[in-house]
């Protein structure tokens, strides 16, 4: 009973007030500065200034409160350095992950808000914080990286600059005219309004493949317009294409069954397959 | 869905019309088309953009009850306190307009000169006592450039050709077109070649003459010693020869300074 009554609960109790206050008054401050900031600056910095003023607030309170309760601050200090050394090879990963996070925000590579890809992983950024950065992909999953892989491995940031450059891989038939084409696809760019129009768009042909010549359809698009750019382009390309009548060729496969079996034989059906051009060998020897 | 002929009046800038209970009023400005419908608790809105070669030279309107194919995209908004006027406002760009003349013009060293453009305009459909604003719809759609030093540093422009005329007699006069004098002080000492220019429309505010036509403030840009920068600078009043006018909108952003200066590269291509 004695060792309740030497405990100075008054002490301890202003000391716990104390602490509540302060997170109590961080969180508040914290929000009242992130409204205000709101409309004013980056959704970034807002959180970043957020973070900063709750953090302040946390700890000074939590300064008073020790010394509310007695502790001796140089006490308390002196013992978090030993604790730092004794607990620090127990925690490489969390003071790696924490400095690893300093890093992030003062080298900044990317900002709350931006299109990070990450290794295999692209998503947007919707917090950085002390141990990790977390995204929400285009699929809507929640994936946590730790700040030391971001470090460490190649990051792309998809939102940096204003505008994006979409490069169209796209085959033609070798009996079309590649000079028709390229005039026809930039033309399609001349008239989407998702395209720029400077940078001009380009075409390129890359390679004589197995099956097509392999053209390079490249334009710019503002970094909002990404998808729709690339699928309204896309579908342009392939009503332009079919309205020219103008063949995007597929990889034709023949498929052999041995020497003595007889060969397969195919039909083509449906309407516009049983032209000239389009009957297989094995039906024209039949 | 074609309206009568007999009804078709010319469309007017901030002036309210009253529609009853389940009339629509249809707009052919510019290369839109747009339906305006009041319902008892609610107005609507369908426009579509055309693919037009030319330039339409009128803006007609009509009041009736017919409606447009459901295709037409349609949005809805709750009418409030029982409004029933509707007023159009023009507004400017959002973004600067990049006028690239379909020649270059020369300025010779120590010379200057004043080209008229006409940059497409944004119609609000703004309802009530308040002219609480529902939507906003560009009447010609504007194609997006890019205009700075890299891909890297630069800002996004709408797109405009002109003949860049320096008569003002030959500036053809739309009702959604705001007509703006830029004027072109080549300071160095060398020629300098207009092959685009960066009219900063969202710093200008508009006005309209007695005959309907839109007028912004004129500007002016000075290209100084070296290449590096050039001042831009918005002129308190309008032309003389715009006549008589009264302002219809404000500039969608203040200038700060009365004197601007932008990076050169930022201005010219």
Redesign the interface.
């Known amino acids: 009973m004695k060792v309740f009554t030497d405990i100075a609960w008054g002490q301890w109790l202003s000391s716990g007030f104390l602490l509540v206050l302060g997170l109590f008054l961080g969180s508040l401050a914290g929000r009242s500065v992130s409204r205000f900031m709101a409309g004013r600056s980056s959704r970034h910095h807002t959180v970043m200034v957020r973070r900063l003023v709750f953090y302040v607030i946390v700890v000074l309170f939590s300064i008073a409160s020790l010394r509310e309760a007695g502790f001796s601050l140089d006490v308390v200090l002196g013992a978090a350095g030993i604790l730092t050394v004794a607990i620090g090879f127990a925690s490489q990963t969390s003071a790696s992950n924490m400095i690893s996070g300093l890093f992030l925000l003062v080298e900044k590579p990317f900002e709350i808000g931006d299109f990070i890809e990450v290794d295999a992983t692209l998503g947007e950024v919707i917090g950085i914080d002390m141990l990790s950065v977390k995204l929400r992909t285009a699929d809507n999953l929640f994936v946590r990286i730790p700040n030391e892989t971001l470090i460490k491995t190649r990051v792309i940031n998809r939102s940096r600059?204003?505008?994006r450059?979409l490069d169209l891989m796209l085959g033609i038939a070798y009996a079309e005219d590649v000079e028709r084409v390229e005039a026809l696809l930039l033309e399609l760019a001349?008239k989407d309004?998702?395209?720029?129009?400077?940078?001009k768009p380009f075409t390129l042909v890359t390679a004589f493949g197995p099956s097509s010549v392999d053209v390079q359809f490249s334009f710019?698009v503002?970094k909002e317009r990404v998808l729709e750019g690339r699928s309204g382009m896309m579908v342009a390309i392939k009503k332009a294409l079919d309205h020219a009548e103008i063949e995007i060729p597929f990889p034709h496969t023949s498929v052999y069954a041995g020497s003595h079996s007889e060969p397969f034989r195919v039909q083509l059906l449906g309407p516009g397959t049983n032209t000239e051009k389009d009957l297989l060998d094995a039906n024209k020897d039949s | 869905m074609e309206n009568n002929n007999e009804n078709r009046r010319d469309g007017v800038w901030g002036q309210p019309y009253a529609l009853a209970s389940g009339q629509t009023q249809f707009h052919q400005l510019g290369h839109i088309r747009l339906w305006v419908t009041l319902l008892d608790l609610e107005w609507q809105i369908r426009s579509e953009t055309l693919e037009l070669d030319t330039d339409p030279a009128s803006w007609t309107e009509t009041i009736g009850h017919t409606l447009p194919a459901a295709s037409v995209p349609l949005q809805r908004f709750v009418r409030e306190k029982q409004s029933s006027a509707v007023t159009f406002v023009p507004a400017v760009a959002n973004l600067p307009t990049?006028i690239r003349p379909y020649q270059p013009l020369t300025i010779p060293a120590g010379g200057r000169c004043t080209i008229y453009v006409g940059t497409p305009v944004w119609m609000k459909v703004c309802v009530g006592e308040r002219q609480t604003m529902l939507a906003e719809v560009p009447l010609a759609?504007?194609?997006?450039?890019?205009?700075g030093r890299n891909?890297?540093e630069?800002?996004?422009c709408y797109?405009s050709t002109s003949y860049a005329r320096m008569v003002l007699e030959a500036v053809p006069k739309r009702p959604w077109r705001a007509v703006t004098p830029v004027t072109l002080i080549n300071r160095r000492s060398e020629p300098l070649l207009l092959e685009r220019f960066s009219l900063p429309t969202p710093l200008l505010s508009l006005h309209q003459n007695e005959r309907g036509q839109l007028w912004t403030p004129g500007v002016t840009v000075e290209v100084e010693t070296d290449m590096n920068s050039a001042s831009l600078h918005v002129d308190q009043f309008l032309l003389a020869a715009a006549g008589t006018c009264r302002p219809v909108a404000d500039a969608r952003e203040k200038l700060a300074r009365g004197r601007l200066v932008r990076a050169f590269d930022r201005m010219f291509?």
């Open positions: 600059f204003p505008i450059r001349e309004p998702s395209c720029l129009e400077e940078p710019w503002p | 990049v759609l504007p194609s997006l450039t890019w205009v891909t890297m630069g800002e996004l797109s291509g």
